[in-house]
C-alpha cells in the first residue's frame, strides 16, 4: 500500500513524504525512487504495489497542506487558537488583527504547549486558548510563511 503523508521535517518545514506499506505486516517498507525492493525487509512477503508507476513526492510544501492533512487523518485532534487578550496585540492594546491569531492542531493540550512554546517567542500556558473551528485553522495556514506565526 502506497500511503502519501506530510510532516515537519526539522520540526519546522512542512514535507510531504511517501511511504510504501507491508500488506502483510503494516512495516514501513525502505523503498524509493531510486530502491524498489520486490519484498518487504520485515516479513518477507511480497510487494504487491508497482513501484516503477507510483508517484514519489518528497518536496517542501505549505502549511495549508500540512494542516488539511491532519485535519483528514486525525480528526479527533484538538483545534485551539490563542485567546485574543493574550496575544501581543491585546497585551500592547493594539485593535484585533484576526487574521494573524495563531490556530494550532495536535493531539492533545500538551503536544500543543510543546509545539508552541518550542517556537514562540513567550511562554503558553493551557489557558491562554480556546477552541477554534477547522475554517478558523485553514485560514490562519493560508497566511503563514514557513514559520508558524506567520
Ligand atoms: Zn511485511
Known amino acids: 500500500m502506497i500511503d502519501y503523508s506530510v510532516y515537519l521535517k526539522g520540526g519546522f518545514i512542512p514535507t510531504k513524504m511517501t511511504s510504501v506499506i507491508c500488506n502483510n505486516c503494516?512495516?514501513?517498507?525502505?523503498?524509493?525512487?531510486?530502491?524498489k525492493p520486490k519484498f518487504c525487509d520485515?516479513?518477507?512477503a511480497p510487494i504487491s504495489d508497482n513501484l516503477d508507476k507510483i508517484k514519489w513526492e518528497y518536496e517542501d510544501t505549505d502549511w495549508?497542506?500540512?494542516?488539511?492533512?491532519?485535519?483528514?487523518?486525525?480528526?479527533?485532534y484538538l483545534i485551539v487558537k490563542i485567546k485574543?487578550?493574550?496575544?501581543?496585540?491585546?497585551?500592547?492594546?493594539?485593535?484585533?488583527?484576526v487574521e494573524h491569531i495563531p490556530v494550532i492542531i495536535g493531539?492533545?493540550?500538551e503536544d500543543i504547549?510543546?509545539?508552541?512554546?518550542?517556537?514562540?517567542s513567550r511562554e503558553y500556558f493551557e489557558d491562554d486558548f480556546e477552541p477554534a473551528t477547522v475554517s478558523e485553522l485553514i485560514a490562519y495556514a493560508k497566511?503563514?510563511?514557513q514559520f508558524w506565526k506567520g
Open 26 to 35: 503494516s512495516h514501513t517498507i525502505n523503498a524509493g525512487p531510486i530502491y
Open 42 to 44: 520485515m516479513c518477507g
Open 64 to 76: 495549508l497542506s500540512y494542516v488539511s492533512y491532519l485535519v483528514e487523518e486525525y480528526p479527533d
Open 84 to 97: 485574543y487578550d493574550r496575544t501581543e496585540w491585546g497585551l500592547i492594546g493594539l485593535p484585533p488583527d
Open 107 to 109: 493531539k492533545n493540550m
Open 113 to 120: 504547549l510543546h509545539f508552541v512554546n518550542e517556537r514562540g
Open 143 to 145: 497566511t503563514c510563511g
